[in-house]
């Protein structure tokens, strides 16, 4: 059994934020796991492995026993640096191999 999930999400924002930075989309997710299910059943480790700031998309890993509070934490997630937003999760996958991209699909999100 793999010990991580791995997604592809991205941070769908109403207005533009002060910076978009790697340390803050991740603060976000986290603090959402921990409003979500508290300090005890919201921590975990959320790694975020690739950022794009330009397309506010990322590569994150969490532990496959918490993926389906991280997603049940991206979907209720409505504040970013107090700005509306949402979490889409593209792709997901136990493999990292598995969130590769075609070239189409790229060209498709930017």
């Avoid at 930075?21 to 796991?33: D, G, I, N, Q, T």
């Avoid at 990322?58 to 934490?73: G, L, N």
């Amino acid at each position: 059994m793999n010990e991580y999930y791995y997604l592809d999400i991205s941070l769908k924002l109403a207005d533009e934020p002060d910076q978009l930075l790697p340390v803050y989309f991740k603060s976000c997710l986290e603090r959402s796991l921990t409003k979500i299910f508290g300090e005890i059943g919201g921590q975990t480790t959320v790694d975020v492995l690739k950022f794009d700031a330009a397309r506010a998309r990322a590569i994150v890993r969490v532990p496959s026993d918490f993926y389906v509070k991280f997603r049940a934490a991206t979907t209720l997630t409505g504040q970013f640096q107090d700005i509306p937003c949402n979490f889409i999760v593209h792709k997901a996958s136990p493999i990292l191999l598995g969130l590769t991209e075609t070239y189409l699909e790229y060209f498709k999100a930017s």
